[in-house]
């Protein structure tokens, strides 16, 4: 029974619709206590970090904290008063170290502890702007991955995998479904424990061999050694840094000192020897002008503590920082050719064997940077490297391999994974290619020749890269774009998971060429786990309780989704966290990302009955709810090749009869934004059973005797042409 | 009788099929970069004027972005508003939009839903890439 827009069935449906979005508002208002929480724009500023800051929470036992020291900062933290002082251990703010952002591409400012010998004794998130983190997946899961670092040494080598004790690598269980973050938590909570570590002498430097000079006793020119790279400018932005105005915020050039020929040509002859009298076995000095802009790269750090905090040199994971004694004048550039500069110096790097001028090392501005809004400031740094001319070095530069940045890593352990999964897509992209072929095997009554395919791409969608890779496409992700275009764009994010991020690469490319009918029909794990779920309750034979919305009714309810989209996008304007939360409304996470009993019961609830609802009806969600379908509908308006009609079809409802998606009109026109790609018109197209124009030329040309030609591509029996005879002819 | 091969009618503009690469990608600007039209502005005159003087209003935005004096907040709003008012000149004076590849030449009816997404993906794009721009060149600052 095909129920009316008046019907109960159909008033049943619009307050089961109704309902649905109730629900999916309720699955919303579950909270998160670290989510975008307000932090005291003092923390990041004050030496008194821990009066705004539970310290004591990440470093059991200590009872009284230290101000900021060192660059980058940390506090003691000690136990006891008076000559009973004993120290217990460090306490980091990892802001204060590192700027690297995780998926939303904000930082999660997390409050490390760390006792004396180097062990993890506490971690905190303070703060945190992770979508999945809010709704998708339970804050406690991020307290529990902080958790397993507890007891665990800082100069181990962690890992979000499988431990491998032959490697010496102690392995940590990600978040499913939030590979990204914790990626990116492990990196923060690295870096900013070996910071530390390194600075109070737990993680001992690594030895690098001397670096052996070349004296050529030539004196290049400023631009000669510019070219050469032995000369390197590190320029910042004022966008880069939160504010605005013209020119760079800063731009500075730097250089390494102890090579003769460089030397000579920067300081002079005279200054050059002075400086090598000066400098002790295993020191080494390099030169800094700034030649742009108005800021300090000298800072007034070094007025309070004797520590320039806004410069840096890094080699490998060795940090070196300066203080007043590390500094000397630098009155003039000697090099022909040299830029004016407005502020310099020449620093002093204290390495012994930790650092080399032979490998490549680079130098650290570190800035912070000025939310417009809130007027709140975060830490950034930026670096340029240096790596001295293979020429300047004796026996040319050494062999050095970099070790492979996480987001490679990860595509080098899935290799096997990825290869699967690509092959999955390209597979289904080469058989939807094919489909002119496949549609004219099949018939009304016989669609396996299509099917076939489809429904193997459905199990191993749902199973494999559903279930399996946690590869669900998902509207937060177009959000999260969105976001990071607007504060940081950092392809690692993206690249370090690399099923979503081939997954959207292939639905961009197939929503231009074919539409989203394509992913949406044949590749969306949810979809096709509640399109499945029909067809197996048919075959079961729940078939008489199955039903279509009237088309009436259809045609309203299917500009919800594209309400969803838009209402989505335009509160993401104001608020990313809301726009967040408002994505609950895609059941993925629970059903896919998470599992259906492992949330609360609005969620569970929530998905449940739009699963159950799709036994009885064909992807109730895809067609009414899904705002991601929504989004990819849109532009498959100006898809390049959309399915074949005949002049017939306008008033022929065969097709429009049998459309699943409900996407063919009156006049018999697809609407290709909703169409899921399914083929069943396209195989009726050809079928000279099923198609009555065809089954009517059929019937014709029986009669008459006449040869059954080939049906063409424009959907009839190709023209039977009488050729004159040569008689005839004659 | 209704043509159930496109989904909605054929529209022939003769400017859009004159031959060669030139017309084509003039015929290209002209369709994307100019909204109005004479038969738009004779139908309905005082909301094409309107739609003028808002276009006019949101390139001043984007110069004055591009100068540094305008919040990234404020050019986002306003170059929304403009794509919002952009839909409705449109389908006073240029109510059609292209059907299959962006290389071909065939338009057809453009209803409101194909307005929509048509204005919004052009404009998605065209925002983005001078979002990006001006805040790679540090005008605008997020």
């Known amino acids: 029974m095909i129920p009316t827009i008046d019907s109960p069935v159909a008033r049943a449906l619009m307050r089961y619709a109704a309902l649905m979005l109730l629900l999916a508002c309720l699955a919303t208002t579950a909270g998160a206590t670290s989510y975008e929480a307000h932090l005291p724009p003092e923390l990041s500023t004050s030496p008194r970090m821990c009066d705004y800051v539970p310290c004591a929470e990440v470093l059991p036992g200590a009872d009284s904290f230290s101000e900021r020291k060192g660059s980058p900062p940390y506090v003691e933290g000690y136990r006891g008063s008076g000559d009973g002082k004993k120290l217990v251990g460090y306490v980091m703010l990892s802001?204060?170290?590192?700027?690297?952002?995780?998926?939303?591409?904000?930082?999660?400012?997390?409050?490390?502890?760390?006792?004396?010998?180097?062990?993890?004794?506490?971690?905190?998130?303070?703060?945190?702007?992770?979508?999945?983190?809010?709704?998708?997946?339970?804050?406690?899961?991020?307290?529990?991955?902080?958790?397993?670092?507890?007891?665990?040494?800082?100069?181990?080598?962690?890992?979000?995998?499988?431990?491998?004790?032959?490697?010496?690598?102690?392995?940590?269980?990600?978040?499913?479904?939030?590979?990204?973050?914790?990626?990116?938590?492990?990196?923060?909570?690295?870096?900013?424990?070996?910071?530390?570590a390194k600075q109070v002498g737990?993680?001992?430097?690594?030895?690098?061999?001397?670096?052996?000079?070349?004296?050529s006793g030539a004196a290049p020119t400023w631009q000669q050694m510019v070219e050469e790279g032995s000369l390197q400018r590190l320029s910042v932005s004022p966008a880069e840094v939160g504010s605005s105005g013209a020119g760079p915020f800063i731009e500075l050039w730097f250089g390494y000192l102890n090579q003769p020929t460089l030397g000579r040509a920067i300081l002079g002859r005279s200054g050059y020897d002075r400086l090598m009298a000066d400098l002790k076995p295993g020191d080494h000095a390099i030169f800094v002008i700034r030649t742009a802009g108005g800021e300090s790269f000298k800072g007034s750090g070094f007025v309070r503590g004797?520590?320039?905090?806004?410069?840096?040199?890094?080699?490998?994971?060795?940090?070196?920082?300066?203080?007043?004694?590390?500094?000397?004048?630098?009155?003039?550039?000697?090099?022909?050719?040299?830029?004016?500069?407005?502020?310099?110096?020449?620093?002093?790097?204290?390495?012994?064997?930790?650092?080399?001028?032979?490998?490549?090392?680079?130098?650290?501005?570190?800035?912070n940077k000025t939310d417009?809004?809130?007027?709140?400031?975060?830490?950034?740094?930026?670096?340029?490297?240096?790596?001295?001319?293979?020429?300047?070095?004796?026996?040319?530069?050494?062999?050095?391999?970099?070790?492979?940045?996480?987001?490679?890593?990860?595509?080098?352990?899935?290799?096997?994974?990825?290869?699967?999964?690509?092959?999955?897509?390209?597979?289904?992209a080469v058989v939807y290619a094919n489909r002119d072929g496949l549609v004219r095997r099949s018939s009304h009554k016989n669609k396996w020749p299509v099917n076939g395919f489809k429904y193997v791409a459905w199990v191993?969608?749902?199973?494999?890269?559903?279930?399996?890779?946690?590869?669900?496409?998902?509207?937060?992700?177009?959000?999260?774009?969105?976001?990071?275009?607007?504060?940081?764009?950092?392809?690692?994010?993206?690249?370090?998971?690399?099923?979503?991020?081939?997954?959207?690469?292939?639905?961009?490319?197939?929503?231009?060429?074919?539409?989203?009918?394509?992913?949406?029909?044949?590749?969306?794990?949810?979809?096709?786990?509640t399109e499945l779920m029909y067809k197996v309750a048919r075959a079961l034979g729940l078939k008489r309780?199955?039903?279509?919305?009237?088309?009436?009714?259809?045609?309203?309810?299917?500009?919800?989704?594209?309400?969803?989209?838009?209402?989505?996008?335009?509160?993401?304007?104001?608020?990313?966290?809301?726009?967040e939360k408002l994505a609950e409304v895609e059941p993925f996470k629970t059903t896919i990302l998470v599992g259906l009993f492992k949330?609360?019961?609005?969620?569970?609830?929530?998905?449940?009955?739009?699963?159950?609802?799709?036994?009885?009806?064909?992807?109730p969600f895809c067609k009414y709810l899904c705002p991601l379908g929504a989004a990819l509908a849109m532009p498959t308006t100006f898809r390049w090749f959309g399915l074949k009609r005949k002049q017939e079809c306008d008033t022929c409802k065969a097709c429009a009869k049998g459309c699943g998606s409900l996407a063919i009109d009156r006049d018999g026109r697809i609407d290709q934004r909703e169409c899921l790609l399914c083929m069943d018109c396209m195989i009726l197209y050809y079928d000279q059973h099923g198609c009555p124009p065809l089954a009517q030329e059929r019937r014709r040309r029986t009669k008459s005797g006449l040869e059954m030609t080939r049906i063409g591509a424009d959907g009839y029996f190709i023209p039977i042409r009488q050729i004159p005879t040569q008689a005839a002819e004659k | 009788m209704v043509d159930p091969r496109l989904p909605s009618d054929r529209v022939e503009l003769p400017y859009a099929t004159r031959p060669g690469i030139v017309a084509w990608l003039t015929a290209e600007i002209w369709d994307h970069?100019?909204?109005?039209?004479?038969?738009?502005?004779?139908?309905?005159?005082?909301?094409?004027?309107?739609?003028?003087?808002?276009?006019?209003?949101?390139?001043?935005?984007?110069?004055?972005?591009?100068?540094?004096?305008?919040?990234?907040?404020?050019?986002?709003?306003?170059?929304?508003?403009?794509?919002?008012?952009?839909?409705?000149?449109?389908?006073?004076?240029?109510?059609?939009?292209?059907?299959?590849?962006?290389?071909?030449?065939?338009?057809?009816?453009?209803?409101?839903?194909?307005?929509?997404?048509?204005?919004?993906?052009?404009?998605?794009?065209?925002?983005?890439?001078?979002?990006?721009?001006?805040?790679?060149?540090?005008?605008?600052?997020?």
């Open chain 1, 545 to 579: 309780f199955q039903t279509m919305l009237p088309k009436r009714l259809h045609d309203r309810l299917k500009w919800v989704k594209y309400a969803v989209f838009i209402g989505l996008l335009a509160v993401s304007m104001f608020s990313m966290g809301l726009a």
């Open chain 2, 33 to 142: 970069l100019w909204p109005w039209s004479r038969a738009g502005f004779q139908t309905g005159r005082a909301l094409q004027g309107a739609g003028l003087a808002l276009g006019l209003a949101a390139s001043v935005v984007w110069i004055l972005a591009g100068l540094g004096h305008m919040q990234a907040g404020a050019v986002i709003a306003w170059w929304f508003g403009w794509s919002v008012f952009e839909v409705v000149v449109r389908l006073g004076a240029k109510p059609y939009v292209k059907e299959g590849p962006w290389w071909g030449r065939c338009y057809r009816r453009a209803g409101r839903m194909d307005m929509l997404c048509y204005v919004g993906f052009k404009n998605l794009l065209i925002g983005a890439a001078l979002f990006i721009a001006l805040k790679s060149l540090g005008a605008l600052v997020v």
């Open chain 1, 372 to 428: 417009r809004e809130t007027r709140t400031k975060t830490f950034v740094n930026f670096d340029r490297e240096y790596w001295l001319p293979a020429n300047y070095l004796q026996g040319g530069r050494p062999l050095v391999v970099k070790p492979d940045p996480t987001w490679l890593k990860i595509w080098k352990d899935r290799a096997g994974a990825i290869v699967a999964f690509t092959a999955l897509l390209l597979g289904v």
């Open chain 1, 460 to 529: 191993i969608s749902i199973f494999f890269a559903g279930f399996g890779l946690l590869a669900q496409p998902s509207i937060t992700q177009v959000l999260t774009w969105f976001h990071s275009l607007l504060f940081q764009w950092k392809w690692e994010l993206f690249l370090s998971d690399p099923f979503i991020f081939i997954f959207w690469v292939f639905i961009i490319v197939t929503v231009f060429v074919w539409g989203r009918g394509l992913f949406c029909g044949w590749l969306c794990p949810f979809g096709s786990l």
């Open chain 1, 95 to 196: 802001t204060d170290i590192t700027d690297l952002p995780a998926y939303s591409g904000k930082p999660v400012v997390t409050l490390i502890g760390m006792d004396a010998r180097g062990y993890f004794t506490g971690v905190k998130v303070l703060k945190h702007s992770e979508p999945i983190l809010l709704l998708g997946i339970p804050e406690q899961a991020l307290i529990d991955f902080n958790h397993q670092y507890v007891g665990k040494f800082v100069g181990d080598q962690l890992e979000i995998g499988q431990s491998r004790p032959d490697e010496h690598i102690v392995g940590l269980d990600a978040i499913t479904g939030a590979t990204v973050t914790v990626i990116a938590q492990n990196q923060v909570m690295l870096n900013s424990g070996m910071a530390v």
């Open chain 1, 599 to 619: 949330r609360s019961w609005p969620y569970t609830l929530f998905a449940g009955t739009l699963l159950g609802l799709s036994i009885f009806i064909e992807r």
């Open chain 1, 202 to 215: 737990i993680l001992k430097p690594t030895p690098r061999a001397a670096a052996k000079f070349v004296d």
């Open chain 1, 306 to 367: 004797g520590i320039y905090d806004r410069v840096q040199v890094r080699q490998g994971r060795d940090i070196f920082s300066f203080r007043d004694t590390d500094y000397l004048n630098l009155y003039g550039v000697a090099a022909p050719g040299a830029p004016a500069f407005t502020e310099s110096a020449i620093f002093i790097i204290h390495g012994g064997n930790a650092f080399s001028a032979a490998y490549p090392w680079q130098f650290v501005f570190l800035g």
